[in-house]
């Protein structure tokens, strides 16, 4: 009860923030706004120039991953999106968005973090068939980017957040990109998901309003999420308690059903400390101190299970399909893991 407390006090933080992806729009604007997206695919992996394909394999993405181009000084050359032109279909996809906002709705914006896993998970649908078919659930949505990506290949998608204005955000979302994806709706579920709040979510009742109703969890919704095996998030590990909260509700999902994996976008942020007396990034010492590396597993005593196994994902060998935005280097994707004693390797 605590936590949630504070929480809820740092949610109501009225400070402005501003995801780098939105700068050069105007600033502090009221009201949605719409930002297309765009992502090129190999031309020669698509049946047709049509989206309804875009899911299919080809062993040329790959290629793009290990193309490397030098200038007569042996120094790489990175813009090489001109020699592809031919090669490549593009597509669009529209989100609903806000410019600013305070800290309890920056999932009203698009941040840097959930286009990186956009991209990792159009790679993986072009290149393998782990997610074909897959049950998933998207963590702290924001405005339903990835779990939209993903839909594609999915055969069922909950996109989950906290409060009614992020959720009939991301609603508008899915309606958008459903028409211009040729996307089955009916495979994305925007529902509700607090981290505060104990698993399963409670059912929707009669008491509840009707705006609210519509994005609680039915019976069968609670026991297909389960049997999910793939977790997403983007761009959650921003503030220790929110972290803290994080782990806390992955742990309730984790050990329950299905074996699940995580894929985790972020992007470290660094803050000048008193304590430190030195410009350290916080939030990302706290994530990485509740993973501990396969490599080690062996070692582990009884008392360190469960636990959380983190594996960092190499961004070079992910090519950049949406084009709006800036990598970076303090952008990164891990794969995370839950271990009970009981799957530990010998």
Not at 262 to 283: H, Q
Request: hydrophobic residues 40%; proline residues 3%; aromatic residues 10%.
């Amino acid at each position: 009860m605590e936590m949630e407390i504070e929480i809820e006090e740092l949610e109501e933080c009225e400070d402005e923030v501003m995801s780098e992806v939105h700068l050069g729009c105007p600033p502090r604007s009221t009201g949605p706004f719409l930002s297309r997206f765009t992502f090129s695919l190999p031309s020669s992996s698509l049946e047709t120039k049509d989206v309804n394909h875009f899911s299919s394999r080809h062993a040329e993405v790959d290629a793009w991953s290990n193309e490397i181009t030098l200038d007569k000084d042996g120094d790489i050359v990175l813009d090489r999106r001109k020699n592809r032109t031919e090669r490549c279909a593009d597509f669009e996809f529209v989100i609903q968005h806000n410019i600013t906002s305070s800290i309890r709705y920056v999932g009203l914006q698009v941040w840097r973090a959930s286009l990186v896993l956009a991209d990792f998970v159009l790679h993986k649908c072009l290149t393998s068939s782990e997610f074909d078919g897959v049950t998933a659930i998207e963590l702290g949505a924001g405005t339903g980017l990835v779990g939209i990506v993903l839909a594609r290949s999915a055969g069922s998608v909950y996109i989950t957040g906290k409060g009614i204005k992020i959720l009939d955000n991301c609603l508008q979302n899915v309606k958008l990109c459903s028409r211009l994806l040729n996307l089955q709706e009916n495979r994305l579920h925007v529902r509700e998901l607090d981290w505060c709040k104990p698993w399963p979510p409670i059912l929707g009742s009669n008491d509840l309003s009707q705006t609210r109703l519509k994005y609680t969890w039915s019976s069968k919704e609670i026991e297909e999420a389960e049997r999910s095996t793939v977790l997403l998030a983007a761009d959650v590990i921003y503030c220790d308690k929110i972290t803290d909260v994080f782990f806390a509700n992955l742990v309730k999902l984790m050990s329950c059903g299905s074996e699940k994996v995580l894929y985790l976008a972020l992007e470290k942020r660094y803050n000048f400390t008193l304590e430190e007396l030195d410009v350290v990034a916080n939030g990302y010492s706290r994530f990485r101190s509740f993973l501990k590396d396969e490599s080690g597993i062996g070692s582990l005593d009884s008392a360190s299970f469960p636990c959380f196994i983190g594996e960092l994902i190499d961004l070079w060998e992910i090519p950049q399909y949406i084009r709006e935005y800036e990598r970076g280097k303090d952008l990164e994707i891990w794969k995370v893991t839950y271990w009970r004693k009981a799957t530990a390797k010998n």
